[in-house]
């Protein structure tokens, strides 16, 4: 993972850009094309048939999807089953049909093979990418797209391919035939890709490193190790996501593409409510536009609005991850969803800021202890070790790390609130602005280059999703 990472920064990327530059803008798209299946097929050769199928098929029902909207409905919404069976069918055998075998084997009668497929890296993302252009075209939300190898780019776009942000069709269809780069939105994109380098290399790597050791300490660690340890994890999670998120969104504006912004510094909520409108704000937007809404939202009574919002947690859980704790873990915020707005919600409101913030962040790091554990047995250890008062406050091994830790623990706090951003705002616009954002990307690639040599620790979390 770290020799590929240098070898995207220093000459995969470098080449991309210089050729892209290079060539008019009318085959511009074409050679992107073709980058996004190099990257790919980098790490996956052999998933690339299974991309091109993807588009192909996504490509086609949205020529027929568009020719029969208006003439014959029918003939279009089947057109639009099949894209969206295709599409399912497809995320469904690759990531869930281990899961399911085995679910099935526990009942008794049931004796099927054991099923172990390998994932291709981002298939939830571009899987779901491909079915919105079929619901927008079908919608007559989007145009549809005439040329595949322009709709191909769109599906294999390699800023955003492997773990997301989820782009729909609708927000970039202008956008794959008439963008106009500029040096303004080059510079963005490069000061934006700096940031999310740094989040990934300099602030998650070092709390998953916290993370692991204090694990692995186990119940010697104490109830406030244990604590400590689930924030370091919820550091982790944050700033390798977020950081990929603003990475992509960076390389989108080099070349010319704007995405939607993905996290909105979700740690300073003050309900779950607000977290989950300000954390992976893309997945959260096409669950509520293409499930949420289409089951009936809020239109249809209290009791069906309870059970879309069952449902559409069920779904977000399930689609992290073939396993029961990515399931319980979106009921889990799925149920605290529906108590905040049918019966907290008043009493938040009306609670002083500090108890709001206490409140979300607790219930968001039992969230990640159930998001990280995929073993049960793992999981409820931990959970005590997290409320057993008995023993020490917290291990000696524990403390041992948290004090090594400690200046990484507050930069990571602070990095995840506005207040750097804040500031910054303040001088942005000056004339010494420029040559500070030029000495901050120069320092960020160096440093984290060094560190990306000195370490082999540079897990991206989201790719197994």
Not at 136 to 153: H, L
Not at 410 to 420: E, K, N, Q, R
């Given at each position: 993972m770290v020799f590929s990472s240098l070898l995207f920064l220093f000459m995969y990327l470098p080449?991309?850009?210089l050729i892209y530059y290079a060539v008019p803008f009318k085959f511009r798209n074409l050679f992107l094309f073709f980058a996004n299946l190099v990257f790919y097929g980098w790490g996956e050769p052999i998933y690339v048939t299974l991309m091109l199928f993807s588009t192909v098929v996504d490509y086609t029902c949205g020529h027929f999807i568009d020719k029969y909207r208006t003439k014959n409905k029918k003939i279009a919404k089947t057109f639009l089953l099949l894209s969206v069976c295709i599409n399912l069918g497809l995320l469904g055998f690759f990531k869930y049909a281990g899961f399911i075998a085995d679910t099935l084997n526990a009942i008794p009668f049931f004796s099927l093979p054991s099923i172990s497929v390998p994932l291709p890296i981002g298939i939830s993302f571009y899987t779901f990418q491909t079915m919105s252009y079929s619901i927008?075209?079908?919608?007559?939300?989007?145009?549809?797209?005439?040329?595949?190898?322009?709709?191909?780019?769109y599906v294999a776009l390699f800023p955003q391919l492997i773990a997301g942000p989820i782009v729909r069709y609708k927000d970039v269809a202008y956008q794959l035939d008439h963008r106009k780069e500029s040096l303004e939105d080059f510079t963005k994109g490069v000061k934006l890709f700096c940031i999310g380098l740094a989040k990934k290399v300099l602030l998650a790597n070092q709390m998953g490193l916290m993370w692991d050791q204090i694990r692995e300490s186990g119940e010697i660690n104490g109830w406030l190790g244990s604590w400590i340890g689930i924030i370091g994890?919820?550091?982790?999670?944050?700033?390798?996501?977020?950081g990929y998120s603003d990475m992509a969104r960076g390389l989108g504006n080099m070349f010319g593409f704007e995405f939607l912004k993905n996290f909105d510094y979700p740690y300073i909520s003050k309900s779950i409510t607000e977290f989950w409108r300000r954390w992976h704000i893309?997945?959260?937007?096409?669950?509520?536009?293409?499930v949420y809404i289409p089951l009936g939202g809020n239109r249809k009574g209290v009791l069906r609005q309870i059970l879309n919002l069952l449902i559409v947690w069920f779904l977000t859980g399930f689609w992290h991850g073939a396993s029961y704790n990515f399931i319980l873990w979106g009921?889990?915020?799925g149920v605290i969803l529906i108590i905040e707005k049918f019966i907290l919600k008043k009493w938040l409101d009306k609670s002083p800021a500090f108890v709001q913030h206490i409140y979300s962040l607790l219930l968001i790091l039992f969230g990640w202890v159930i998001f990280y554990f995929?073993?049960?047995?793992?999981?409820?250890?931990f959970t005590v070790s997290m409320f057993s008062f008995s023993g020490a406050v917290i291990g000696e091994s524990a403390l041992s790390t948290v004090i090594s830790f400690i200046p990484l623990l507050?930069?990571?706090?602070?990095?995840?609130?506005?207040?750097?951003f804040n500031l910054?705002?303040?001088?942005?616009?000056?004339?010494?602005?420029?040559?500070?954002?030029?000495?901050?990307?120069?320092?960020?690639?160096?440093?984290?280059?060094?560190?990306l040599v000195n370490q082999s620790y540079n897990p991206f979390l989201y790719f197994r999703f």
């Open positions: 080449i991309v850009l927008d075209v079908y919608r007559n939300d989007a145009p549809v797209q005439r040329n595949i190898i322009t709709f191909g780019t994890y919820a550091f982790q999670i944050y700033f390798d996501f977020s893309s997945l959260g937007t096409w669950f509520r536009e293409y009921l889990f915020y995929t073993d049960i047995t793992q999981l409820w250890e507050v930069i990571a706090g602070v990095s995840s609130t506005p207040l750097a910054y705002s303040k001088i942005k616009g000056k004339k010494y602005t420029v040559i500070l954002d030029a000495l901050f990307c120069i320092a960020v690639l160096v440093i984290c280059t060094a560190s």
